[in-house]
């Protein structure tokens, strides 16, 4: 009865919300442009290869393309391009890389060999999926790559190689904190810019120096951004301590998130823990019982039932009296 009681509720509340925010954003330039950016970032190019007529691209368009899930994980991972297959150059791409059906997603490097290739529409969780897997087959290195094995160290070049190294989703702890271990003044333009970017796990000593630093890094990227990467580096600590079953870094990453992003805290204070519990094995029944208090006196907050729902729906309880 409750399981059914909570999906109505969750079903009702999602019918009646928005998850529309910031979308994609599609680069401007042509294909062999995106893959100059894409060489000097590190990245992988996504290309939408569509066509005006198709409706599945249109409805990819319109409800996918301009979620913010979707935004989120594509602006920050891929150099993502439209091309119309009918044309300018789509005509020429759809020759070469054999595109007969729309719509086509396609992950390439920045050589242009395809990485990993989809055709037909899907949901946004789909979508973020699909770019998750092409995500993980990459094996692309920037161009600054080469400059940093040949020992250049300058900070100008050191905050240009880790903000592409951060942006192409590529492991940047070790470099930065070994740069990092070098500096004397963290307030340059350049440091500030590294620390910032190396900000990516609540418990590290980058996230000390992001914190020490707050001030100055607020002026330059704004208050939301800074709180957006304080939660997003709480994310991953959450996430090591459901790899290592430690519910020490689940705690570490909360009070982080409570003291230095509390708007965020509101809701982060409920998701975090039921994420954390949910995904040890053999304890999303104890998420439950630790949480449900809490829910009961936010009768407000939407996406609390929506968590609980979730919950329900995949079968992380099991006890048929819910």
């Not at 928005?18 to 190019?45: M, N, P, Q, Y």
């Not at 000390?208 to 208050?223: H, P, Q, S």
């Not at 208090?293 to 907050?301: A, F, G, I, T």
């Amino acid at each position: 009865m409750m399981k059914t009681v909570f999906t109505i509720i969750c079903t009702f509340l999602i019918c009646h919300a928005t998850s529309i925010g910031k979308g994609i954003d599609f680069f401007h330039g042509s294909f062999e442009e995106a893959k100059v950016l894409a060489a000097k970032e590190g990245r992988l190019i996504f290309i939408d290869a569509f066509t005006t007529w198709c409706g599945p691209c249109k409805r990819m368009s319109a409800t996918v393309f301009t979620h913010e899930d979707a935004g989120e994980f594509y602006n920050n991972t891929f150099i993502n391009l439209k091309l119309d297959m009918e044309k300018g150059e789509g005509k020429e791409f759809q020759q070469k890389y054999r595109v007969n059906a729309f719509p086509t997603l396609l992950f390439l490097d920045p050589a242009g060999l395809i990485v990993h290739r989809v055709v037909g529409g899907t949901d946004v969780q789909g979508f973020v999926n699909l770019g998750k897997l092409a995500a993980s087959k990459s094996t692309v290195s920037s161009t600054y790559d080469q400059e940093y094995e040949d020992g250049n160290r300058e900070p100008a070049f050191m905050a240009k190689y880790i903000e592409a190294m951060a942006k192409g989703k590529r492991p940047v702890l070790t470099v930065a904190n070994e740069y990092l271990s070098g500096q004397s003044d963290y307030s340059t333009p350049e440091n500030l810019t590294v620390i910032y970017h190396a900000t990516v796990e609540a418990d590290s000593r980058v996230f000390e120096l992001f914190v020490d630093n707050r001030k100055a890094l607020t002026k330059i990227y704004g208050n939301d951004a800074m709180e957006e990467k304080v939660v997003l580096a709480a994310d991953a600590t959450v996430a090591k301590g459901i790899e290592f079953g430690t519910v020490q870094l689940l705690e570490e990453a909360m009070g982080k998130v409570k003291k230095y992003a509390p708007e965020k805290y509101k809701e982060y204070q409920y998701t975090a823990p039921l994420d954390f519990y949910s995904k040890i094995q053999g304890n999303a029944g104890y998420a439950l019982g630790s949480f449900i208090s809490r829910v009961y006196h936010l009768h407000r907050q939407q996406w609390a039932v929506c968590q609980l729902s979730s919950l329900f729906r995949q079968n992380s309880v099991r006890n048929s009296d819910w």
